[in-house]
């Protein structure tokens, strides 16, 4: 697994989210009482590059308690509750980790994910966030366009033509019909898409 807190292309994409998220909310902060939900890996402190780091460093978070990392890689929960203590870490899988949170109400979403685009599994993760967000929620899902072990590439309109299939139409129609996206290569080896939906009713 990539040390992400290292690689300044991982940086640059989290700023335009921010940016990105910013723009679609007018938030320049995620609201006291709101939270901001990532898949986390490492988040090693006294480095930039971190995501948790680069979020208080933006003033994206005011506080550590509005911070929630989710990973089941035990490990990695365990450490990163040693280093950063007054922030929420869940060792669960995306869904049963989400569906953990009391008074889920993120403001932003970082559906970090280490999965290939045209994975239907993706689809349903997606579908079980969806659902539980509120309205003028951010939800970002970051996925991998190839495989960098093998030759492979995936088809990176996969994940919108096929939501309609997974996510009922009383729900989908909650989210903005157009859906931004933007690729980068962090590592110099997988390319990642990163799609932004916005749920802009209730
Ligand atoms: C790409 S990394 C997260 C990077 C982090 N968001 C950042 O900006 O630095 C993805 C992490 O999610 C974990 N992971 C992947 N799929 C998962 C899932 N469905 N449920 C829980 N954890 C998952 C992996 O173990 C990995 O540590």
Redesign the pocket.
Known sequence: ?PK??SLKE?ISA?EKQIGIWRSLTGHTFIPEKKQYV????FQPPDCEGT?IVQLRNMGVITSDSQFFG????EE?ILQNKKWHPDANWIC???ED?IRSIENFDPSLI?L????FASTERVLY?INSTMHRCKKGTVLLVNLMLNDPRSSKFFDGSYIVSALPKTVPSFELEKWRQKVESFTYNATGYTEMKTFVFFKERK
Do not use: P, Q, V
């Not at 990532?38 to 890996?41: E, F, G």
């Not at 970090?112 to 999965?115: A, F, G, L, V, Y």
């Open positions: 697994m992400y807190y991982k989290r990532t898949l986390c890996n995501e989710i990973d089941y890689n990695i669960a899988y995306w980790g970082y970090d994910m280490t999965s993760c």
